[in-house]
């Protein structure tokens, strides 16, 4: 796409005076990555709304919804003792309008890439600033949202939370509204540790197995897949006495096999899946469904890739199983030994070339940030972190299935989408 011109920059404040004190943070908040989860939501032109959308509007929305999400206001510091927590400032948000002579009839072909940050998502002026957002209005009168939400302040789940909230203020439609738990104590570290660990998700990766290095070049696609085809591969991933198997763990153990064989992996080497469990329901007892903050824990599994690759993809499906089935025991002894470790000072990197990071936005309200002109045509990351990344995500649309959104080698990328689809339709014989 062509490029967009800045046509005014400012920050949004509560449109209300907001608490001041500050707000403690959970160690899954301390040890979330350090940086921005950037996404962009594409709209066209809906002349047909009954909503009056204009900038204008969503700065007076945003404005509002700042009130019961105040700390997105606030910025990172910390208390005595030096523990990061969030200070309640009320300094607002930043909030960017741009303009772009180009039209959304290429939006099938989007790919999240640097270059697409860089065009609908604030650059940062400074590193502190919560949530940055940018408004890109196309000749045609499409809208481009793209945002940048510190993930210390929010995962996934919060952050579509919150999307979801600003849109309803914007039609109006305020009764709806689900007021965020910003109480992250509910996770704070028992004073009585039990079941101490080493937690190998929280630590630096590995050295690489196979002699490529850490990638950080990437091609990146968005691959959809069908619900038939999905439903297909969830019976095959099943048990024969018919146990469920969720759509995310049976995708999964085809995308974990079909990047091994493009990658063409030592078969007697191993490779370790990487991946997030949101806790909110499987905490004893579960958190409230609207806990703002990060609730999600890293885990993985490893396997030897000639196991992935040639045995039955029923048990890839176990083994992912396996790794995403702990509950509060678990994640309670989790946080009580991040406890003992310095937290603030985890690397954040790469994956080895024999890895990959599959991160599910399945099930979450993705497509209800409606201002007005209709659901999003197109909500993607706006770009990806490195190679080996992959997000699941629902497609738009009622029953259309599911989105791959993955980043990989440029080198492989053709293969394994190759190897998808010849996977996806075998399973029609």
């Known amino acids: 796409m062509e490029m967009v011109k800045i046509i005014s920059s400012q920050l949004i404040v509560p449109s209300e005076k907001t608490p001041k004190n500050p707000l403690w943070l959970s160690n899954l908040d301390i040890t979330a990555r350090k940086g921005y989860t950037t996404t962009v939501y594409f709209y066209r032109s809906n002349k ?18 700042l009130v019961p999400f105040y700390l997105l206001a606030g910025r990172l510091g910390t ?3 030096g523990r990061m927590q969030i200070n309640c400032t009320g300094e607002g948000v930043l909030f960017v309008v741009a303009h772009s002579d180009a039209t959304l009839e290429d939006i099938d072909s989007f790919a999240p890439t640097n270059e697409t940050r860089n065009l609908f998502v604030p650059l940062t002026p400074q590193p502190d600033i919560p949530l940055m957002l940018q408004v890109t209005v196309f000749k045609c009168g499409g809208i481009a949202l793209g945002t940048a939400l510190h993930h210390i302040f929010a995962d996934g789940r919060s952050a579509f939370h919150f999307f979801e909230t600003w849109a309803n203020i914007t039609r109006g439609e305020v009764n ?8 992250r104590t509910l996770l704070r570290a028992r004073l009585d540790p039990k079941g101490m660990f080493d937690p190998l998700e929280y630590k630096s990766v590995p050295k690489p197995i196979i002699s490529s290095s850490i990638s950080t070049s990437y091609a990146s696609s968005i691959i959809k897949i069908s619900k038939k085809h999905i439903n297909l591969l969830k019976l095959h991933c099943g048990d024969t006495d018919g146990a469920h198997v969720s759509a995310f763990r049976a995708i999964t153990a085809l995308i974990w096999r079909c ?6 992996l030592d078969t007697n080497s191993k490779s370790r899946l990487y991946t997030m469990i949101d806790m909110r329901s499987r905490m004893c007892p579960p958190l409230p469904p609207t806990y703002f903050g990060n609730a999600a824990i890293r885990t993985s599994v490893s396997a030897v890739v000639g196991d992935i690759i040639s045995g039955s993809i029923n048990h890839v499906a176990k083994r992912i199983h396996e ?7 678990y994640a309670r002894s989790l946080i009580d030994s991040l406890e003992t470790i310095d937290m603030e000072k985890l690397p954040r990197s790469g994956l080895p070339a024999s890895d ?6 399945l099930g979450m309200p993705i497509y209800k940030a409606d201002f007005g002109l209709g659901e999003p045509v197109l909500l993607s ?3 990806m972190h490195y190679s080996g990344y992959v997000y699941l995500m629902d497609s738009p649309g009622k029953d ?3 989105s791959i959104v993955i980043a990989l080698e440029p080198e492989n990328m053709l293969a394994f989408k190759e190897l998808l689809f010849q996977k996806l339709a075998a399973l029609e014989v």
């Open 48 to 65: 047909n709304t009954r909503h009056d959308f204009s900038v204008e509007s969503l700065k007076l929305s945003l404005a509002k919804t």
């Open 79 to 81: 208390d005595k003792n």
């Open 176 to 183: 709806c509204i689900e007021q965020p738990w910003l109480d």
């Open 259 to 264: 990047i091994c064989m493009a990658r063409t």
């Open 323 to 329: 790794a995403t089935s702990q509950g509060d025991d």
């Open 356 to 361: 990959l990071r599959v991160i599910s936005w």
């Open 381 to 383: 990351p706006a770009m």
């Open 400 to 402: 259309a299935g599911v």
